[in-house]
């Protein structure tokens, strides 16, 4: 009602209200070199095709006559209230696309009430988000460093700086082939941007022999060397849970006997995800991975989705499929490269008033009475 009586005044949005034309707008304005390395995939895009794809292949059957008349889509995450079934998840480097670059997108999920999940390789240090983001719920994503030390101390520095959850990306201990950054040889990724936690980091100065301001060169290698760890395994858990106090998530969870490894590890919750499409081209399509991973540990483990939400219908599909909240990556960059700030906060909106349309017309009152049942696969789609 409100986008319906600001046009009364004549006021349209400054922003499409389909999020889905977002990125084609993003590339219009900011040219292809920012979206390339937002849009861009792994292989020839087929998993991020297959995340759309997945979605849309499945259908809501809607309910009617069900009382929908007061509703509610708060939800209880991780031991945490919150609004709506939403978080923003991590990305990185996000003054490519705007100089106001993660505290305009921090800024937009407190103004919104949304968690705002800050990347490891941002391009603002952590503690300049706790600062812009006062009291309002922050969660910090892992890239899991080789250096133990620089592991520790990151955590220690997000722990300090309010951050609740910690999110560790288990699926990125390699940076995929992903085309359209390799064309670009990485050119907006030029001097460093996107290393501003480690630079600030003591336990990584430490490993430096020259200060970063005196040899850009060497701190870049410096970081590309400690970035990943394919040696990883299971029992290396431990490490999180003695150096953590709060919830920890594993994201890029696919298979289920994953999730369950998770669990016996102690785990609090996983994301179902396959980074948007980023990092195994030929993956399975995140949500069809999802039904599998609820299934075998539901009962256990808070189980979080994304990879492909662009709607309040996919927010809903994802609540069905076993979901307790999603995080949504994409549509908050576009809408913070086309208008900072308040471009982050019309993609939160347009997606809540979206998923509250969805609840109430599909008979729900509150996510929670979401399920199974509320859907169906579509026979033809493919
Ligand atoms: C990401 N993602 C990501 N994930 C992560 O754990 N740490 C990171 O730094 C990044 N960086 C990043 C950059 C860009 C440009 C994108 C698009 C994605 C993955 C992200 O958290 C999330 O899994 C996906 O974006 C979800 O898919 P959609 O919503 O973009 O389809």
């Known amino acids: 009602y409100e986008i319906y009586l600001n046009g009364m005044a004549g006021v349209v949005p400054r922003l499409p209200t389909d999020l889905t034309r977002l990125e084609e707008l993003t590339e219009r304005r900011l040219g292809a070199g920012p979206v390339g390395y937002v849009a861009g995939s792994a292989g020839n895009g087929s998993t991020a095709r297959a995340n759309r794809a997945a979605l849309e292949r499945r259908r809501i059957v809607p309910r009617m006559l069900r009382d929908v ?107 995929a082939w992903r085309p359209r950054d390799l064309d670009q040889a990485y050119l907006p990724f030029l001097n460093g941007v996107g290393m501003a936690n480690y630079f600030t980091d003591p336990a990584f100065k430490a490993g430096l022999s020259k200060p970063v301001e005196e040899d850009l060169t060497a701190a870049v290698r410096h970081f590309i060397g400690l970035q990943g760890d394919p040696g990883k395994t299971w029992p290396d858990l431990a490490f999180l849970r003695e150096n953590w106090d709060g919830p920890v998530v594993l994201k890029g969870v696919l298979h289920p006997d994953d999730a369950r490894l998770a669990a016996e590890a102690g785990m609090d919750g996983v994301v179902v995800s396959n980074h948007g499409g980023r990092q195994v081209a030929g993956s399975v399509a995140a949500a069809d991975a999802l039904p599998r991973v609820a299934e075998a540990v539901g009962d256990r483990l808070t189980v979080l989705f994304d990879s492909g939400v662009r709607t309040g219908d996919d927010i809903f599909k994802a609540l069905a499929l076993g979901a307790r909240a999603v995080l949504v990556g994409r549509p908050y960059v576009y809408g913070l490269g086309l208008d900072g700030q308040s471009g982050v906060e019309h993609v939160i909106r347009c997606l809540l008033a979206e998923l509250d349309l969805t609840l109430a017309l599909s008979g729900h009152a509150v996510p929670g009475t979401v399920g199974p049942a509320d859907l169906v696969e579509d026979p033809v789609l493919p």
């Open 69 to 175: 008349h007061e509703r509610d889509l708060s939800v209880a995450v991780l031991g945490r209230p919150l609004p709506a079934p939403l978080a923003l998840a991590p990305v990185g480097v996000l003054s490519i696309m705007h100089p106001d670059a993660e505290p305009a997108a921090a800024r937009a999920a407190a103004a919104q009430g949304v968690p705002f999940t800050l990347s490891s390789v941002s391009s603002t240090p952590m503690e300049r988000i706790a600062e812009v983001m006062g009291e309002a719920e922050r969660w910090f994503q892992l890239y899991w460093p080789k250096d133990p030390e620089v592991a520790r101390s990151f955590l220690n520095r997000a722990r300090a700086a309010g951050f609740s959850v910690l999110v560790v990306t288990l699926d990125t201990p390699l940076l």
